[in-house]
C-alpha cells in the first residue's frame, strides 16, 4: 500500500506524537506519526490532501519553533506473515 510520508523538522523538545497528529490531522488522516528527537515522519493516505497539508504547515510556529515540512514517497512494508 502506498502512503505518503511527511518529514517535519526543526520540532521542539516538548513535541509529543498526539499534538502533531492532532495538527496534521485537520487536513488527512494520520496512518502513523513517529517523533525521533527534533524530528518526525507521518504517514498519510492520501497524497493530495498531504500536499495541502504541507503548503498550510511550512515554515509555521508549532509549540514555539518554526517546523519545516517536506514530502517524500514511500512505501508501508508489511509485517511478517502478513501475506503478500
Known sequence: MRTT???V???PENAH???LQELFEKYEEVKECDIVKNYAFD?????EEAKTAIEA???IDFLGSKISV???L???RQ??????
Open 43 to 47: 504517514h498519510m493516505s492520501s497524497e
Open 70 to 72: 517536506e514530502r517524500s
Open 79 to 84: 509485517r511478517p506473515g502478513s501475506g503478500g
Open 5 to 7: 510520508k511527511i518529514s
Open 74 to 76: 514511500c512505501y508501508v
Open 57 to 59: 504547515l511550512y515554515n
Open 17 to 19: 506524537n498526539v499534538e
Open 9 to 11: 523538522g526543526n520540532l
